[in-house]
């Protein structure tokens, strides 16, 4: 892990970054921001011109790939940036210019050890496509097969690695503060980030998640996932079958080729819904980019970087306040949350029936095109706090993604309700899944996997507990040493604000250099 002071300088640069965009206007102005936050937020921005309107994505971009990741994971969590800066985040764009085609070749002969000739037979220089973390090309295999190739950055998994660990660092001191701060569960947000990346940075991983999605949805008519190539995947180069179709953002080149808008609507918001409760794993990056449609109807879904898992105890826990919510049981899916634990038990939980009763109610009925799906998940965020309640970020995965699914759907299909689609799918869910004969054949299954389990177990207890009794060790846990907790071991606090000033300071000259120059 970096020093201290390199973090400091790192944070004072992004945020200066931020400043010249707008970016720490809010942050100074919300009331549940901690004062040390505050107040590094006035360095940062010290001598800068600030424009009337935040920039947010515009920001992120200027900072990095990194950042612009966390930007597209933190526009999920109007909670913890507010909403006006998640709105603004939505609208960000990971595009950024193309590396060269013989570093692109160079990244594909070294992964493989052998020459790209005798991998592909042809493959187009300029790419398709180039994001932050990799770019694609379209190529012909050896054996003729037309193929996207998926090849990473050179060097940004370091990069990525070097930023992640100055995130860390920022959460753990930002949740230490305690208060709002603490509720808030930073340290579980970056966390969960650092999984997401760190799957997107190894494409093997990408590739079994294409692999695993196209196994559950095989059931499923009218929507597909592309092919692997294995031979020609490692982990920094995927090789998936080519996609011949119309992107779902092109409704009117849809209109031409005869497809039915309001089926196609509705027939993927019904493939996330199998995806989210039936199978527990579902794409989280489900917006237009990465979806087409073939000439026989089609969806074919690409980009599986992000995805999503649910346990099935909590999709038996969505699938019920999903219809609960479309149905007005509020009562029900307050004791839910009671239930998971999602409220803690102080509260009244018909106080919380009620608090979601305003948010649920003026929804009931209405077309997308009055009340979507995104505005009522947004409500029930801002009851959170009222509540206690703890982010789970399983849920606001699931939230983001569904607010996607909705805006691809209403632009289908701008009448399109997602409750009267979703609640016969929920509710027929609900009844093979927590039905009498479900329940009954559940508790046979646990009881009988329990008694199975019993001598193993037994054998596990002797081997961890020592004759003379006692509970075994608890293992391990990482930890991240907090800048004023080695101030007192090692150096008084004066020693950091000298390095923020330092930092600050030579962030401020290259920033007056560079407009100087």
Not at 353 to 361: I, K, Q, S
Not at 362 to 376: A, D, F, I, T, W
Not at 480 to 495: D, Y
């Amino acid at each position: 892990m970096a020093r201290p002071s390199t973090h400091i300088f790192r944070l004072l640069k992004w945020g200066r970054t931020l400043a010249r965009h707008g970016g720490l206007r809010g942050i100074e102005r919300d009331s549940n921001t901690p004062a040390p936050v505050r107040r590094l937020a006035r360095i940062a921005r010290f001598g800068t011109f600030q424009p009337a309107e935040p920039d947010y994505a515009t920001a992120f971009k200027a900072i990095g790939p990194a950042a612009i990741k966390l930007g597209q994971s933190l526009a999920t969590r109007p909670d913890l940036v507010g909403d006006e800066a998640a709105e603004n985040l939505l609208t960000l764009q990971d595009r950024l210019p193309p590396v060269s085609f013989e570093s692109i070749r160079q990244e594909i002969e070294t992964s493989f050890g052998q020459p790209l000739e005798a991998l592909f037979e042809s493959i187009d220089p300029d790419p398709v496509g180039a994001a932050s973390i990799a770019q694609v090309h379209k190529a012909v295999t050896s054996d003729g097969r037309t193929v996207a190739v998926k090849v990473l950055r050179p060097g940004i998994r370091q990069r990525f690695a070097r930023d992640i660990d100055t995130y860390e660092w920022a959460a753990a001191h930002l949740e230490a503060l305690g208060g709002e701060a603490a509720r808030l569960r930073p340290r579980l947000t970056i966390e969960n980030f650092k999984r997401w990346t760190n799957r997107e940075l190894d494409l093997r991983r990408e590739a079994a998640s294409a692999s695993e999605l196209s196994a559950a949805m095989k059931g499923f008519a009218g929507y597909t996932i592309p092919e692997i190539d294995w031979d020609r995947t490692n982990g920094r180069v995927l090789t998936i079958e080519w996609v011949d179709g119309i992107k779902i953002s092109e409704v009117e080149a849809l209109k031409a080729a005869g497809h039915d808008l309001p089926e196609l609507a509705q027939r993927l918001v019904l493939a996330f819904l199998t995806q989210a409760i039936s199978a527990g794993y579902f794409h989280a990056d489900m917006h237009q980019g990465n979806l087409f449609v073939k000439a026989d109807g089609t969806i074919v879904a690409i980009d599986f970087g992000i995805m999503g898992r649910i346990d099935r105890r909590a999709r038996q826990w969505l699938a019920e306040i999903l219809y609960g919510l479309t149905t007005g049981n509020y009562q029900r899916v307050a004791e839910i949350h009671f239930e998971a634990q999602y409220v803690p038990a102080h509260h009244n939980v018909h106080e919380f029936a009620t608090a979601l009763r305003a948010v649920g109610e003026p929804m009931r009925g209405k077309p997308v095109s009055e009340l979507s799906v995104g505005q009522m998940l947004d409500g029930l965020f801002a009851i959170t706090r009222d509540f206690d309640m703890q982010t789970q970020p399983h849920l606001l995965l699931l939230q983001k993604t569904m607010v996607m699914v909705e805006g691809v759907a209403t632009q289908l299909h701008p009448q399109i309700n997602m409750w009267d689609v979703a609640a016969p799918y929920v509710r027929s869910w609900i009844r093979d899944e927590l039905g009498p004969e479900a329940a009954l054949a559940d508790r046979l299954r646990e009881d009988f996997g329990t008694l199975l389990r019993l001598p193993e177990l037994v054998r596990r207890l002797e081997e961890r507990i020592p004759a003379k009794g006692g509970a075994p060790d608890a293992p391990p846990l990482p930890e991240i040493p907090l800048m004023w907790e080695a101030g007192k071991r090692t150096r008084s606090w004066a020693g950091y604000l000298l390095a923020a000033a330092l930092g600050g300071g030579a962030v401020w000259a290259i920033t007056v250099l560079g407009w100087l120059g």
